[in-house]
């Protein structure tokens, strides 16, 4: 009976005991937290689903993103967010560990595009090929065994981008086989290579050359696709004219990958965010990488979906911790309140140039390309900057003189010294000119062209001024430079034809205006050297282009460009050389206009 009942007492100890334990530990789940925003899946073009290997490719690695300017488009995409959003932002990217840091991707073509797109490693000739994400579960291929190299071809070939063109070829008196049988790939490094201290003349017609509507080279590039059309597209960014290479690319098929990054770079530096988006929106075939997503899903007030997009990204190691850092920042600019400011990015790219914008940290465009000049040109820009913009898109021949002329004129100068003095004295030119004083012009111009040929502007400056200034019956000095204006204008040879005392002013330069400088005799090497190429038509190819004429005229036409400009230092036999195939290719007019603003503008590198 004793037994009986402890055995009992010890029974109900335990139940007693229990019961406190599960009271006390047994509930070990936390409270449930309400999240009132529902989330929705990222509904764009899907994002491939690539899982880090330990030897991933170099070229597979988002490259970094770049800085950005204010613009009112672009609205930080965190306004608004509730205390639920941010703790989403935070547990999206908190439950993950920190990707390894990751190798920086080749750039292709010029090295401040944005890594826009998934998957796409550049090739040497600078078209490029799809790599399709891992399968999961099964194991990584090896890259020991040999893959037999396919053939690709358009089935619509005869509308090759290499065909492209914004301008007919007749209209430029160029062929349409200029490029002939040099091989793409040789034609894409001439047109992307480096070219300083280019004459304007020069400049406008490598411009015309990247618009005109040529046939593709005989020989396409064994690797790759577009090659010679991207090289184009990327000359054109180098030189800033962003609304051409958009009419080109518009033309073009978008789902090549390379052709899509370029245009959606290019509409994020026109200011056209929307449209950037709504160009990867249409272009299923092409698989947006993470940043370009969580930007346009953010731009789409669809912020849940950006923030898990974003925390995806950095679980895959698909995004670096640089633009992570400025994407959350981008995501949820209340919780940085207070915070210190971002870093720029090392590289900007047009994107996070954008994103930069977006958080309130607009970076100065005069260190960057010049293609990123476009976005101080919105009014949302201060007038100096803004101006500034204008004078670096001028010298490239890219933007309309009169709009240069426009911003100069907007108000009064609010200070002096640099481009305010510029501001003066154009300001005061254009009023004197507008009211025909002839005593103030004769005054103002001098000083107004000596600081327009200090910055380089002075086909800018003719433009604007050259036309007025030879209805005024101006003397001395003043006539002078005004004969001097209007010979770097496109109507050059009118202007001798109608200006009877021209010969007397200025011998050498109306001589070659008319293209016979026999009669005149030289003053210095440089004359010496454009009397050999006008003297008298031109008798045979110079041995230079020897081997590449008739039957590779484009590849020729660009190493005589290359001539021209490093002869302008100081080189007259290359000089000689490049003005002399010009004339017989028959670009006379332009071996004109290149020979006489050599002698204007006094170049000399």
């Known amino acids: 009976m004793g037994r009986m009942f402890k055995a009992i007492l010890v029974l109900l100890l335990a139940a007693v005991l229990g019961t406190l334990g599960y009271a006390y530990f047994g509930e070990m789940t936390a409270d449930p937290v309400e999240i009132r925003s529902p989330v929705a899946l990222p509904d764009l073009a899907p994002a491939p689903a690539v899982t880090p290997a330990p030897a991933a490719p170099a070229a597979a690695s988002p490259a970094p993103q770049a800085p950005a300017q204010p613009a009112p488009a672009t609205e930080a995409a965190g306004r608004g967010l509730t205390i639920d959003r941010r703790l989403l932002l935070a547990l999206t990217l908190g439950l993950w560990p920190a990707p390894p840091a990751?190798?920086?991707?080749?750039?292709?073509?010029?090295?401040?595009?944005?890594?826009?797109?998934?998957?796409?490693?550049?090739?040497?000739?600078?078209?490029?090929?799809?790599?399709?994400?891992?399968?999961?579960?099964?194991?990584?291929?090896?890259?020991?065994?040999?893959?037999?190299?396919?053939?690709?071809?358009?089935?619509?070939?005869?509308?090759?981008?290499?065909?492209?063109?914004?301008?007919?070829?007749?209209?430029?008196?160029?062929?349409?086989?200029l490029w002939g049988?040099?091989?793409?790939?040789?034609?894409?490094?001439?047109?992307?290579?480096?070219?300083?201290?280019?004459?304007?003349?020069?400049?406008?017609?490598?411009?015309?050359?990247?618009?005109?509507?040529?046939d593709p080279p005989i020989t396409p590039a064994p690797e790759g696709q577009n090659v010679l059309f991207l090289a184009r597209i990327d000359r054109l960014l180098d030189l800033g004219a962003l609304d051409q290479a958009m009419a080109l690319l518009e033309q073009a098929e978008p789902s090549d990958p390379e052709i899509f990054r370029r245009r959606f770079d290019v509409a994020l530096l026109l200011g056209e965010e929307d449209h950037a988006c709504e160009i990867m929106e249409k272009t299923p075939a092409v698989a947006p990488s993470y940043p370009a997503r969580i930007f346009c899903l953010a731009r789409r007030s669809k912020w849940d979906a950006a923030m898990l997009t974003l925390g995806t990204g950095r679980a895959l190691g698909q995004i670096d911790s640089e633009t992570a850092l400025l994407l959350e920042r981008f995501l949820d600019d209340e919780g940085a309140d207070g915070a210190t400011d971002l870093p720029p990015p090392a590289r900007p790219t047009p994107l996070s140039f954008r994103l930069m914008e977006a958080i309130g940290q607009p970076m100065a465009t005069t260190t960057l390309p010049v293609a990123f000049a476009h976005s101080d040109l919105r009014a949302n820009a201060g007038w100096k900057?803004?101006?500034?913009?204008?004078?670096?898109l001028s010298r490239m021949g890219v933007l309309d003189p009169n709009q240069l002329l426009g911003l100069y004129t907007q108000d009064r100068a609010s200070a002096s010294g640099g481009v305010w003095d510029r501001v003066s004295l154009v300001s005061q030119l254009d009023a004197a000119l507008s009211a025909s004083d002839v005593a103030r012009v004769e005054q103002v111009l001098p000083a107004a062209w000596d600081l327009m040929q200090a910055q380089e502007l002075e086909t800018a400056f003719a433009a604007m001024f050259a036309p007025r200034l030879l209805d005024l019956p101006l003397t001395g000095a003043a006539r002078r430079l005004a004969l001097r204006l209007a010979l770097l204008t496109g109507g050059f040879e009118t202007v001798v034809q109608t200006r009877p005392d021209a010969a007397a002013e200025e011998p050498l330069l109306s001589a070659l205006a008319r293209g016979d400088t026999a009669p005149v005799e030289a003053q210095d090497l440089l004359g010496l050297t454009v009397k050999r190429v006008f003297d008298a038509p031109p008798a045979a190819v110079p041995e230079a282009y020897a081997g590449l004429v008739p039957d590779r005229l484009g590849e020729a036409l660009l190493a005589a460009v290359d001539d021209i400009s490093e002869g302008a230092k100081g080189d007259a036999r290359r000089l000689e050389s490049g003005l002399t195939l010009l004339r017989k290719a028959g670009f006379e007019s332009l071996a004109r206009r290149t020979a006489l603003q050599l002698i204007i503008l006094e170049r000399r590198g």
């Open 102 to 177: 990751l190798a920086e991707a080749p750039m292709s073509a010029i090295d401040w595009l944005s890594t826009s797109v998934s998957g796409v490693p550049l090739r040497p000739g600078g078209g490029s090929v799809a790599v399709l994400p891992p399968v999961a579960g099964e194991a990584p291929v090896s890259g020991a065994g040999m893959v037999e190299r396919i053939g690709v071809a358009s089935l619509d070939s005869a509308r090759n981008a290499d065909s492209l063109g914004l301008l007919p070829a007749s209209r430029l008196g160029l062929p349409r086989g």
């Open 181 to 214: 049988a040099t091989p793409e790939v040789d034609l894409a490094a001439a047109l992307r290579k480096e070219r300083l201290d280019t004459l304007p003349a020069v400049q406008g017609f490598l411009l015309e050359l990247m618009l005109a509507e040529l």
């Open 385 to 392: 900057t803004q101006i500034e913009a204008a004078e670096r």
